[in-house]
């Protein structure tokens, strides 16, 4: 018997990165987009409506820092995997975002597969950390 598709939710405030992630993860046999939001409130509101599993959140996303979902998400007690995906690659910006709640933490860098490990790795339990 095979496992349901991991259900993931993409927030992302660039349009169209956020169209190509939700392709790409939808073309995935395991894995299944259930939700976008492109600001802060839309991804916490998401976190509680969509029941998914795994949040890819961008780091920067319009109106706030993304460091406000990680905190409400762990405040409210949700246990949806956190991946940040970002294009900030400095190591104190890796830390901060992993002390407040992140599971693991995927550069922006073009190579796709890293972040669908990572979406993958909720299933296993691993918590990944891409460099």
Known sequence: MTAPPLRVIVAEDNDDLRDLLVTII????????????????????????QHADVIVLDLELQGRSSIDVLRAVRKAGNKISIIVFSGHSHPEMIRHTLAAGADAYVPKNGDYELLLDAIRDRRTGNVALSP
Request: proline share 4%.
């Open 26 to 49: 939808s073309a995935e046999p395991d894995m299944k987009c259930v939700g976008t939001a492109s600001d802060v409130d839309s991804a916490i509101a998401s976190t509680t409506e």
